[in-house]
């Protein structure tokens, strides 16, 4: 790694840290906190919109990435100065928009119509500067909204999302380096650190959660990141294979929920990830399997990074289905397992 990319993971941790200490009294006597109910995975009233120091953290590095490579390249840094302001521009706006539901103050019609606002927006730009068309910039945004709100989904559990964006923000820095985007790769790692920033105050008894501010801007930075990627040229399985326990166990659960006849509107806690927690392991325990999973998944892609999409990787992924089983059996296996006998005095 280069000099600038160990500041850039430093100063994101460092700075996410920072704005946490100083930010999260304030949340908390603000009242802006999430109080537990019969469907919360918690049972202690925890400060909510912690994404404003994740936010916080990419922010300052990016910043800092931008300025030392524009030194470093004079006019030719100019390119990168515009990629990391459309970058702060989503991933901030996106944030607002979530910190509009932590502060209930912007009804779902609302919101919806913002993401989507967003991703075309963001795709027509990104079209702008590339070969792809119309057709393109409809299927990224709704890519990006997909995202968005999958990784809002998933955000249940202390350690989830802030574990899953180190791995995807690690995985996205190390695929744009191989294919020589530094820009992006500053991006992700930047994300990547600001999450290890957040991460102790998120684990164990978590001190504070990301609410929608920090899913929907780790959300957006995932798709915007994503999104450049893929038109520079990377496999689409490269691209989505930190997204795939993430997609599956949206997906399945409302599938499921439709099935049962369910409003799928209404808060829940039918997620596999949830009912994991729910069979027996801690929330530490289900939110570091699904890193690792998601760590697996990443390695499975690393023949089609390497060689493209060849019938020599396809087998590669075939991997990933078995993957998959494990993480929808393992909440049954708990279930079943036999409960432990008290023993005799």
């Known amino acids: 790694m280069t000099a600038l990319s160990v500041a850039v993971l430093v100063i994101a941790a460092a700075a ?9 009294p304030l949340l908390k006597r603000a009242g802006v906190v999430d109080v537990p109910s019969d469907r919360s995975s918690h049972s202690e009233v925890t400060v909510r919109g912690g994404g404003i120091a994740i936010g916080c953290g990419v922010t300052v590095a990016t910043v800092v990435a931008t300025v030392w ?3 470093e390249n004079g006019a030719f840094g100019f390119g990168g100065i515009l990629v990391s302001v459309g970058f702060l521009v989503l991933t901030w706006c996106y944030s607002v928009i979530g910190m509009s539901d932590d502060l209930d103050s912007l009804q779902p019609l609302g919101r919806l119509f913002g993401q989507v606002a967003l991703a075309l927006i963001f795709s027509g730009c990104i079209a702008l500067v590339s070969t792809h068309g119309l057709g393109h910039v409809l299927v990224f945004a709704v ?3 997909t995202i968005v709100n999958a990784v809002n989904f998933v955000d249940g559990l202390n350690g989830y999302v802030t574990g899953w964006a180190i791995v995807t923000g690690s995985w996205y820095a190390f695929v744009s380096a191989w294919v020589g985007q530094e820009d992006v790769m500053l991006l992700a790692l930047a994300l990547a650190g600001a999450a290890c ?3 102790p105050f998120n684990i164990g008894r978590a001190r504070a959660f990301l609410g929608d501010t920090g899913s929907y801007g780790i959300g957006a930075a995932v798709f915007a990141i994503a999104v450049w990627l893929f038109v520079s040229g990377v496999p689409i399985v490269v691209v989505i294979a930190p997204l795939v326990f993430v997609f ?3 997906g ?8 049962q006849g369910e409003n799928v509107f209404l808060p829940h806690r039918q997620h596999m990830y949830q009912r994991t927690q729910q069979a027996g392991w801690s929330h530490g325990m289900v939110s570091l399997f699904h890193a690792a ?6 390695l499975l892609a690393v023949p089609t990074l390497i060689a493209g999409n060849t019938v020599t990787t396809y087998p590669a992924h075939v991997f990933w289905v078995a993957l998959l089983a494990l993480y929808a059996l393992v909440p049954l296996w708990l279930r079943r397992r036999p409960a432990p006998q008290a023993v005799a005095a």
């Open 248 to 250: 599956f166990d949206v």
């Open 252 to 259: 399945c659960t409302l599938m499921w929920r439709l099935f």
């Open 293 to 298: 999973l998601t760590v697996l998944a990443c």
């Open 16 to 24: 996410t840290v920072a704005t946490a200490l100083a930010v999260f």
């Open 197 to 199: 920033g957040f991460l």
């Open 143 to 145: 890519v990006g909204v």
């Open 69 to 71: 490579s524009f030194v």
